[in-house]
């Protein structure tokens, strides 16, 4: 695969031929309540899409898992019940100018989504979209992305990565899909000081990122499986109210909730919800007993499921360290530092001398 | 600060208490802080980046917070109300609480960027402030930085005033309109509810599935009774403290929505939430009095 050198003119003519074509391109805008923050949503024309500016409020999750779910309607009838199963196939897309973790967060996810089943409608989104990801050059003090094993220039999930260079972007081609999106766009031959800038501003990028949090230790699993009981546990999510936010606005929290729903006494529709195990409901028995009766239980639960039950299960870590749930907790939490303290506290223990 | 810091290491030394919820400094601006140790009191601070309510984490369903102990807890006047609105419902006693109440002159609505407090960056909460002088308390801090002031008034913020007039100006359809189209980016997550010091129900209606009152799932239809029935059941307990503003995702004007409501009773009821907790609430009492012009 080649990459390729893009004018800003070239890329504008991309979007307006994708948009003639009615497929829907989604990328950062201004948010339509603060003009200060970003949202992903479907763009018209290349002037609309703002990029290079900050993180998005939320990730790219809503585009392959939605907040609500249609997943069959149903139908009671003389001779029993009529299910309709909706479409998992889906008209093209391309996201265009994505944050790099966001892209690497739903390869992350892909794993869980085709485990012990195969998730047809996130696969559907998956197989539909193409990913025209950014070098991250925004990062900020809540960013860890470099400690989770990623960085401001991954290329996972992504199927092009376009670096800002002068008189243009340099095109990394990453998938062949990437590569049939570039088909007819660019040129070719990259000028020597593109190829040079880039480099330069993905390592400035990687250093950026790096000095927040070092690499989480891959004996940090283990020492989590070991620490249950641990008595930091205790004291680490007091200010947690428990609201879940960081769980939506989180790219890789894929938890949800499955509802029958009637229109009407014969007719209804089977939906899955978002869901997150922040909240007392998540684990209530029908009896009563909630087995993870207080916060710091749930907490325990966010951390023990992304920095180690996913770890051990599917190879790596459940988070892209894109800090959104730290910016978005209205009680202060702060993931990277409290990971921080953990692994201070692994090193710092009897069984830490391996971390 | 230093007066705070020394009240709260004597409260935690003498085992009045045995937490201190207060503010420290966080990541973006102040955060909540559990001080369980007076070694640990000099991490308390109070300034105008203190937005936060801290008696929501005197609602029970804080069970972290109620296994540490008796609490004593740092309030801003607005905070004190919804401190009175827990003891009014009781939620809290009176006596299990040591209730730190700071003189305060605003706070700021974006506490992530630490600026002078002036009309443009003052919470929108703050315009019209009644309650800069609290008067439900333990203990009374008074501001050390405007000692000449003679009124620790926040400066004036017409924003939220303005907001409502802009509600009231426009037709019913403009308003369902509006209203509907912020409710339809509601993803049904509850964490306004959850992030909230009134919102202390052990079953929320949002969760009952027999018979199931309002659909789970994030439907227009389903998030307009959602917000609906969340705001009217906060008409007249709303303190406008904006926890659940600040937790939504999805960035949903709640505050607004509240405030509308609460001025609707206010100018029904001649009712604000106050920080009297033996002043009965419009939706907790029957007057034999009361107009129900509404019911003929």
Redesign the interface.
Same mark, same amino acid.
């Given at each position: 695969v080649t990459n390729r050198f893009l004018s800003h003119a070239d890329l504008a003519a991309l979007i307006a031929e994708l948009v003639a074509a009615n497929t829907r391109v989604i990328a950062p805008v201004r948010?339509k309540?603060?003009p200060e923050?970003l949202d992903y949503l479907p763009i018209h024309s290349f002037e609309e899409a703002t990029f290079g500016v900050r993180l998005t409020?939320?990730s790219l999750k809503e585009f392959f898992l939605p907040?609500?779910e249609v997943l069959l309607r149903y139908r009671q009838t003389k001779d029993g019940v009529e299910i309709q199963e909706v479409a998992t196939e889906m008209p093209p897309q391309v996201i265009l100018t994505a944050t790099p973790c966001d892209a690497a967060g739903l390869e992350i996810v892909d794993k869980v989504m085709n485990w012990d089943y195969r998730d047809e409608s996130w696969f559907g989104r998956r197989k539909a979209t193409t990913i025209v990801s950014f070098l991250c050059t925004t990062m900020d003090? &809540?960013c860890f992305c470099s400690s989770v094993g990623l960085g401001p220039d991954t290329s996972r999930g992504s199927d092009l990565l376009l670096v800002l260079v002068e008189g243009g972007y340099l095109a990394q081609v990453i998938t062949p899909k990437g590569e049939a999106l570039l088909q007819g766009h660019g040129e070719a031959e990259i000028p020597a000081s593109a190829q040079a800038g880039a480099e330069a501003a993905q390592s400035e990028a990687r250093k950026k990122v790096e000095l927040n949090l070092s690499a989480i230790p891959a004996s940090f699993s283990t020492w989590l499986a070991k620490n249950f009981d641990h008595p930091a546990w205790? &004291?680490l999510?007091?200010?947690? $109210? !428990?609201? +879940?936010?960081c769980?939506?606005?989180c790219p890789t929290c894929h938890c949800f909730?499955i509802?029958d729903? $009637?229109d009407s006494c014969s007719e209804g529709v089977r939906?899955r919800?978002?869901d997150?195990c922040q &909240?007392?409901?998540f684990t209530v028995h029908a009896s009563g007993h909630n087995p993870r009766?207080?916060?710091?239980e749930r907490f325990r639960q966010r951390i023990e499921h992304k920095f180690s039950i996913y770890p051990t299960r599917f190879g790596e870590i459940l988070c892209t360290g894109c800090g959104r749930c730290?910016?978005?907790c209205? +009680? !202060?939490m702060?993931l990277p530092?409290l990971v921080g303290e953990l692994i201070a506290l692994a090193q710092a223990g009897p069984e830490g001398s391996s971390l | 600060m230093k007066e705070l810091q020394e009240l709260a290491r004597k409260l935690l030394s003498d085992g009045t208490v045995n937490v201190v919820i207060g503010y420290e400094e966080g990541p973006r601006g102040a955060r909540p802080a559990f001080i369980t140790d007076p070694k640990q009191a000099d991490k308390l601070i109070f300034d105008t980046r203190c937005v936060q309510n801290l008696a929501t984490y005197l609602n029970p369903r804080r069970k972290q917070i109620t296994q540490l102990g008796k609490a004593a807890v740092v309030v801003k006047g607005c905070d004190a109300r919804a401190v009175a609105g827990l003891i009014r419902e009781n939620q809290i006693e009176r006596a299990n609480v040591v209730i730190i109440a700071m003189q305060c002159s605003g706070v700021l609505q974006n506490p992530e960027i630490d600026s002078e407090l002036t009309s443009e960056t003052v919470s929108v909460r703050c315009g019209g402030c009644d309650v800069c002088e609290p008067k439900l308390y333990d203990h009374y801090l008074k501001l050390a930085h405007t000692p000449l002031q003679s009124s620790p008034e926040p400066p004036i913020n017409t924003q939220r005033a303005e907001q409502i007039a802009a509600l009231e100006k426009m037709t019913p359809a403009e308003r369902w309109n509006f209203w509907s189209e912020h409710l339809s980016r509601c993803i049904r997550c509850h964490a306004c509810r959850e992030a909230c010091p009134m919102c202390f129900c052990v079953q929320c209606t949002a969760e009952k599935s027999q018979p199931l009152w309002i659909d789970p799932s994030a439907t227009p239809r389903a998030n307009r009774a959602w917000q609906t029935m969340r705001v009217l059941h906060q008409a007249g307990r709303c303190v406008d403290c904006l926890e659940c503003e600040r937790a939504c995702p999805e960035h949903i004007p709640l505050g607004l929505l509240a405030r509308y409501v609460a001025d609707a009773v206010d100018r029904r009821f001649e009712y604000k939430a106050c920080d009297d907790s033996s002043v009965p609430a419009p939706l907790g009492v029957y007057r034999t009095d009361d107009d129900e012009e509404f019911i003929r």
């Amino acid at each position: 695969v080649t990459n390729r050198f893009l004018s800003h003119a070239d890329l504008a003519a991309l979007i307006a031929e994708l948009v003639a074509a009615n497929t829907r391109v989604i990328a950062p805008v201004r948010a339509k309540d603060d003009p200060e923050q970003l949202d992903y949503l479907p763009i018209h024309s290349f002037e609309e899409a703002t990029f290079g500016v900050r993180l998005t409020r939320r990730s790219l999750k809503e585009f392959f898992l939605p907040p609500s779910e249609v997943l069959l309607r149903y139908r009671q009838t003389k001779d029993g019940v009529e299910i309709q199963e909706v479409a998992t196939e889906m008209p093209p897309q391309v996201i265009l100018t994505a944050t790099p973790c966001d892209a690497a967060g739903l390869e992350i996810v892909d794993k869980v989504m085709n485990w012990d089943y195969r998730d047809e409608s996130w696969f559907g989104r998956r197989k539909a979209t193409t990913i025209v990801s950014f070098l991250c050059t925004t990062m900020d003090a &809540t960013c860890f992305c470099s400690s989770v094993g990623l960085g401001p220039d991954t290329s996972r999930g992504s199927d092009l990565l376009l670096v800002l260079v002068e008189g243009g972007y340099l095109a990394q081609v990453i998938t062949p899909k990437g590569e049939a999106l570039l088909q007819g766009h660019g040129e070719a031959e990259i000028p020597a000081s593109a190829q040079a800038g880039a480099e330069a501003a993905q390592s400035e990028a990687r250093k950026k990122v790096e000095l927040n949090l070092s690499a989480i230790p891959a004996s940090f699993s283990t020492w989590l499986a070991k620490n249950f009981d641990h008595p930091a546990w205790k &004291t680490l999510a007091l200010r947690c $109210h !428990g609201c +879940g936010a960081c769980a939506s606005v989180c790219p890789t929290c894929h938890c949800f909730d499955i509802v029958d729903e $009637h229109d009407s006494c014969s007719e209804g529709v089977r939906r899955r919800n978002w869901d997150s195990c922040q &909240t007392t409901k998540f684990t209530v028995h029908a009896s009563g007993h909630n087995p993870r009766a207080s916060q710091s239980e749930r907490f325990r639960q966010r951390i023990e499921h992304k920095f180690s039950i996913y770890p051990t299960r599917f190879g790596e870590i459940l988070c892209t360290g894109c800090g959104r749930c730290s910016r978005i907790c209205p +009680g !202060g939490m702060d993931l990277p530092k409290l990971v921080g303290e953990l692994i201070a506290l692994a090193q710092a223990g009897p069984e830490g001398s391996s971390l | 600060m230093k007066e705070l810091q020394e009240l709260a290491r004597k409260l935690l030394s003498d085992g009045t208490v045995n937490v201190v919820i207060g503010y420290e400094e966080g990541p973006r601006g102040a955060r909540p802080a559990f001080i369980t140790d007076p070694k640990q009191a000099d991490k308390l601070i109070f300034d105008t980046r203190c937005v936060q309510n801290l008696a929501t984490y005197l609602n029970p369903r804080r069970k972290q917070i109620t296994q540490l102990g008796k609490a004593a807890v740092v309030v801003k006047g607005c905070d004190a109300r919804a401190v009175a609105g827990l003891i009014r419902e009781n939620q809290i006693e009176r006596a299990n609480v040591v209730i730190i109440a700071m003189q305060c002159s605003g706070v700021l609505q974006n506490p992530e960027i630490d600026s002078e407090l002036t009309s443009e960056t003052v919470s929108v909460r703050c315009g019209g402030c009644d309650v800069c002088e609290p008067k439900l308390y333990d203990h009374y801090l008074k501001l050390a930085h405007t000692p000449l002031q003679s009124s620790p008034e926040p400066p004036i913020n017409t924003q939220r005033a303005e907001q409502i007039a802009a509600l009231e100006k426009m037709t019913p359809a403009e308003r369902w309109n509006f209203w509907s189209e912020h409710l339809s980016r509601c993803i049904r997550c509850h964490a306004c509810r959850e992030a909230c010091p009134m919102c202390f129900c052990v079953q929320c209606t949002a969760e009952k599935s027999q018979p199931l009152w309002i659909d789970p799932s994030a439907t227009p239809r389903a998030n307009r009774a959602w917000q609906t029935m969340r705001v009217l059941h906060q008409a007249g307990r709303c303190v406008d403290c904006l926890e659940c503003e600040r937790a939504c995702p999805e960035h949903i004007p709640l505050g607004l929505l509240a405030r509308y409501v609460a001025d609707a009773v206010d100018r029904r009821f001649e009712y604000k939430a106050c920080d009297d907790s033996s002043v009965p609430a419009p939706l907790g009492v029957y007057r034999t009095d009361d107009d129900e012009e509404f019911i003929r």
